[in-house]
C-alpha cells in the first residue's frame, strides 16, 4: 500500500470549476427540493451535462476523461453542496457505469454508458434484498433462460432511484442456487419502468428525506434480451464487488464532503455567535472541537485521495477504498454532531441544514457496505 500521490494544478482548477458548478447550479435550490420532498430531475440533468456522471471515463462516451483523483474531487464538491447529488453522480461512476465500462460489450457502452454520462438516463443498482444485504453473494433474484431472453423474478429493496430510473441494472442468479457468488450475473434493463413484470411497491422512507428515492421492487417475469447481461454470466458478483471499490472511493469523498460543509458551517457560526460578550470560537471548548473536525477531515480526504491515486495506477483497491469509506463517513457524523452541538437550538432546528448533514452522513455509514464490513475488508486484507 502506497502513500504517495499528488495533485495537479490541473486537479486544484477542477475543484474550483466544480465548487463554481455549485454554486450556481446546486445551493440556490437545495432548500426548495428539500422541505417541499420533490426530486430534482432538472438539476441532476444538468449535473450529468456538466460531465460530472462521467469524470474517469472517456469523451467518447460523454465523460470528461479525467482521472480517478477528480472523481473523488468532484463527488466531494457534489456533497458539500447536496449529497443527495453526490450519490447520484456516484452511482453512475462506481455500481452502474464500472461494470458496463470495463466489463459490457462496446454497444453498451456506447448506449448505456453514454446515456448515463450525458444525463440522458438515471440509472440505479437493484442489489439488495430483503434477506441479502452485506451477504450479497445469497441473492434469491433469478433470471431464467429463455430462448434469447432472460425472466428476471425476485425482491429487491433500497434501489436508490429505481421509482424514477431510465436504466436499472439487476444482479440476478442465473446459475444454481449452490453456485454461490458465482451463480450471479448483472443484467441491464433500459426503460424498466415501460415493462410489465417490473412492479415499483413503495419508496421507502429514509432518514435522508422526501427527495430520495429508495425504492421496494417486485420483479415479476421481466424480460430482456439475453444481450443485455454485462460481461460474462455468472460473474457479476466480482463485477459488483469491483464496483464497490469504486464506489467506496466515491462514498468516501460524500463523507469529505459533509465533513468538510459541517465545518465550515460550525467555524463561520463560531466566529459570529457571541455569548459572555465574545465570539464563541475563542472559548477552548469550542475551539478544540473546530480543530479536531478540521484535523480529522483533513485526514479522510488524504485517505480518499490515495485510494484514487492507487487506482490511477490502475491497481486494485479494495483496502484503501475499504478504510477511506469507513474512516470519512465515521469522520462525518462525528463532525455533523459536533456542528449540531457548536450551533446548539440552531443546529436542531431544520432552519438550517445543520441537521440534513446528521441525517446524510448515518446512512453513508450504512450503503456501499457498512462500516463494519468496510472494517472486516480492511482487517482480511491484511493477511493477504
Known amino acids: 500500500m502506497t502513500g504517495h500521490f ?4 490541473a486537479h486544484h482548477e477542477h475543484r474550483e470549476e466544480v465548487r463554481q458548478f455549485c454554486k450556481a447550479e446546486i445551493d440556490p435550490y437545495v432548500e426548495t427540493h428539500e422541505s417541499e420532498g420533490t426530486f430534482p430531475f432538472d438539476i441532476v440533468e444538468t449535473v450529468g451535462e456538466a460531465g460530472f456522471n462521467g469524470v474517469q471515463y472517456g469523451t467518447e462516451y460523454d465523460g470528461l476523461g479525467l482521472d480517478y483523483r477528480s472523481y473523488a474531487i468532484t463527488i466531494e464538491e457534489l456533497a458539500r ?3 443527495f447529488l453526490a450519490g447520484t453522480a456516484s452511482i453512475c461512476g462506481s455500481l452502474v457505469g464500472y461494470p458496463i465500462h470495463e466489463f459490457g460489450a462496446e454497444w453498451q457502452r ?3 454508458l453514454g446515456s448515463i454520462c450525458a444525463g440522458d438516463w438515471i440509472p440505479a443498482l437493484s442489489l439488495t434484498e430483503p434477506d ?16 434469447d431472453e432472460y425472466v428476471i423474478d425476485g425482491h429487491k429493496v433500497w434501489t436508490t432511484n429505481g421509482e424514477v430510473a431510465d436504466f436499472v441494472v439487476v444482479a440476478a442468479r442465473t446459475g444454481d442456487e449452490d453456485d454461490g457468488a458465482g451463480g450471479v450475473s448483472l443484467i441491464g434493463v433500459p426503460n ?3 415493462r410489465d413484470g417490473f412492479d415499483v411497491v413503495r419508496d421507502i422512507p429514509s432518514m435522508e428525506g422526501e427527495a430520495a428515492i429508495e425504492s421496494e421492487i417486485k420483479y415479476d ?3 430482456v434480451p439475453a444481450e443485455n447481461v454485462i460481461g460474462e454470466e455468472g460473474r457479476g458478483f ?4 469491483e464496483g464497490l471499490d469504486i464506489g467506496r472511493i466515491g ?5 469529505v464532503g459533509v465533513a468538510q460543509a459541517a465545518f465550515e458551517a460550525s467555524r463561520d457560526f463560531a466566529d459570529e455567535r457571541e455569548q459572555f460578550g465574545q465570539p464563541i470560537r475563542e472559548f477552548q471548548g469550542v475551539s478544540f472541537k473546530l480543530a479536531d473536525m478540521a484535523t480529522e477531515v483533513q485526514a479522510s480526504r488524504l485517505l480518499t485521495l490515495q485510494a484514487a491515486a492507487k487506482r490511477d495506477q490502475g491497481e486494485r483497491v479494495t483496502q484503501e477504498a475499504a478504510m477511506a469509506k469507513a474512516k470519512a463517513t465515521d469522520v462525518a457524523m462525528d463532525a455533523a454532531t459536533e456542528a449540531v452541538q457548536i450551533h446548539g437550538s440552531r443546529g436542531y432546528s431544520k432552519d438550517r441544514p445543520i441537521e440534513r448533514y446528521m441525517r446524510v452522513a448515518k446512512g453513508m455509514q450504512i450503503y456501499e457496505g457498512t462500516n463494519e464490513i468496510n472494517r472486516l475488508v480492511v482487517a482480511n486484507q491484511l493477511y493477504e
Not at 441479502?132 to 430462448?147: F, H, I, N, Q
Not at 466480482?238 to 464487488?241: A, E, K, L, N, T
Not at 462514498?251 to 463523507?255: E, L
Open 6 to 9: 499528488e495533485l495537479t494544478e
Open 238 to 241: 466480482r463485477y459488483v464487488m
Open 81 to 83: 453542496s447536496w449529497k
Open 221 to 223: 417475469g421481466l424480460r
Open 110 to 112: 456506447e448506449e448505456w
Open 192 to 194: 424498466p419502468q415501460e
Open 132 to 147: 441479502a444485504g452485506s451477504d450479497a453473494a445469497a441473492l434469491e433474484t433469478t433470471a431464467e433462460r429463455d430462448g
Open 251 to 255: 462514498t468516501a469523498a460524500q463523507g
